[in-house]
């Protein structure tokens, strides 16, 4: 099967709806895969739910993708390959363009599903009816297949909808979302400054409209090597989680733009490295602590956060917020004056104490 580019408009027939239509659809990107490849797709085969079909779609690959596809005689896998290169979101939607079931599940092609991933991903959308889309845990695997533990993820709707404020709080490989929500947000963007960052663009806009979860179990392993395109495109991903981040803020505060002196100094305040020089003025300190106060604040009222759930997430924002600002207070790297210490200091000192504050 061939195709140029995919539309969510597509008519019956070519979802081929049926009594035999699975209740899930693996969707896998592939270009240039040949190395990671092969135990990707035999990571979905072998999956103890078995109702479901795998689509991958090559995205025109120069390497031996193609030969390590035509390897597998397994009538639940169908190939779908791109008349020209089109890149990871149009070739993710050609997939899903094509899928015939309920649920989607994303799966990178060099990364690996554990083997419980997909019924445990079933259970928890078939019981939580308002989730529209569910993650899970993940493993570290390099190149050489060395699995480490990975950073622990949110679970709770909330704290994922104040997380995909910032960033993806979502590992892209590990995602089930039900067809009819993904359709609902128009799938992946084409848009470049969104390039290398579409899984964060995607998530972001289902989180943004429907309730979210991730499952604590580690359900699937994601590959770290130095060929990945997150690896390769450092400076243009972190442009595009730019980007994303200011878009979902100013969908919250219902602001066309951030002001770039505000956003430039939230970039400075919360991710400057701490080995690099920093420079503050008072004014800037107050500026950005102001600001990330009336991002917390205009989130709580729009979900309707009660006075205890917003009392817990206050804890889990200021205090983290607030122990930054007090070690900046007394830190030596760069320049600091006395009033900007002392802005520091008492701005630090209040987020502490807003964060001890009990629910009224």
């Keep these: 099967m061939t195709t140029e580019s995919a539309s969510f408009t597509c008519e019956s027939e070519q979802r081929q709806w049926g009594v035999t239509a699975p209740r899930v659809s693996v969707v896998m990107g592939a270009y ?7 135990p990707a797709i035999e990571s979905i085969l072998n999956q103890t739910y078995r109702n479901f079909e795998l689509i991958v779609v090559d995205d025109c690959s120069t390497d031996g993708t193609i ?28 997939g899903i363009a094509v899928a015939r079931g309920e649920y989607i599940a994303l799966q990178d092609h060099d990364d690996i599903s554990l083997p419980t991933r997909l019924e445990c991903q079933v259970a928890f959308l078939d019981r939580n009816t308002q989730v529209g889309m569910v993650g899970s845990n993940c493993n570290i695997i ?18 994922l909808k104040w997380a995909v404020l910032w960033r993806c709080p979502f590992f892209h490989t590990s995602v089930t979302v039900r067809r009819r929500d993904i359709e609902e947000v128009g799938g992946y963007s084409s848009d470049p400054k969104y390039r290398f960052s579409e899984d964060y663009d995607l998530m972001s806009r289902v989180a943004l409209r429907y309730a979210v979860a ?12 130095k060929t990945s395109a997150s ?3 450092v400076s243009q991903q972190a442009a595009a989680i730019r980007s994303i981040s200011q878009r979902n803020i100013c969908h919250l505060l219902g ?13 400075r305040f919360l991710y400057h490295p701490v080995q690099q020089q920093l420079d503050l003025t008072s004014a800037e300190v107050n500026r950005t602590l102001d600001f990330l106060t009336t991002v917390h604040e205009t989130f709580c009222s729009k979900y309707s956060l009660g006075n205890r759930e917003a009392a817990a997430h206050r804890r889990r924002v200021f205090w983290p917020w607030g122990k930054h600002a007090l070690a900046l207070s007394y830190r030596r790297n760069g320049r600091r004056d006395a009033a900007c210490r002392f802005s520091l200091f008492a701005g630090g000192a209040k987020l502490v104490v807003g964060a001890l504050r009990p629910a009224w």
């Excluded at 240039?32 to 092969?38: M, S, Y």
């Excluded at 005689?73 to 149009?90: D, F």
């Excluded at 991730?214 to 590959?223: E, F, M, V």
């Design 32 to 38: 240039n895969g040949e190395r990671f490849l092969r």
């Design 255 to 267: 602001w066309d733009r951030i002001d770039p002196v505000y956003w430039q100094g939230v970039e």
């Design 142 to 159: 390099d190149e050489a297949g060395t699995i480490s533990p990975g950073w622990p993820v949110k679970y709770d709707d909330v704290e």
């Design 214 to 225: 991730n499952i604590p179990q580690i359900l699937g392993c994601w590959r770290m090597h």
């Design 67 to 94: 030969q390590i596809l035509e390897e597998f005689k397994e009538e639940r896998m169908s190939v779908v390959r791109n008349q020209r290169n089109l890149g990871i979101a149009e070739t993710l939607n050609n």
């Design 231 to 233: 690896h390769l495109n």
